[in-house]
């Protein structure tokens, strides 16, 4: 991973501290962002999964880039062609892990008025701590319609 500022996200995602350790800092960022065509694009991209391959951070900026759904670039080793089904797995992953917390409502407003994080929580359902917090928001907009209709009926 270059500075954060060459390699800006295609969405605009927050760019994360594990970037710091990333072997491509120290790597012509170019490579990461081949422009062009043929063979000059698959060198380039060779040579970027190479740089990747020997990096600290390689997981966790896959991950990021899956998540964050980065649509351009090397990212953790695979190009965007290559992201494509990891990135559809996610997509799925999340709306069944999604839909299982809004099925767990009261057990996740328990676990909340425990103390428990969305995390410990997630682990506890066995989905992404992303979909206890989408959930939980989801829930909390509910109670506050009640509360705003409580008050519009009185
Ligand atoms: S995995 Fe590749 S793109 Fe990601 S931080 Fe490491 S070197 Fe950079």
Redesign the pocket.
Known sequence: ??APSRRASTDAAPLDTW?K?????E?DPDL?FPEGRGGAITNALKQ?KK??GT?P??AL??DWAVTTGQTAG????LDEDERIPLRREHIEQRATGYARCIDAQELIERRVAEGRSHRQIGEELGVCHSAVGRAWRFFEAERQGQAAGEVLAV
Do not use: D, K, N, S
């Open positions: 991973m270059t970037m350790y990333g072997r491509c800092r790597t990461f970027a740089v990747c990096c951070v390689r900026c896959l090397v990212w953790g080793g």
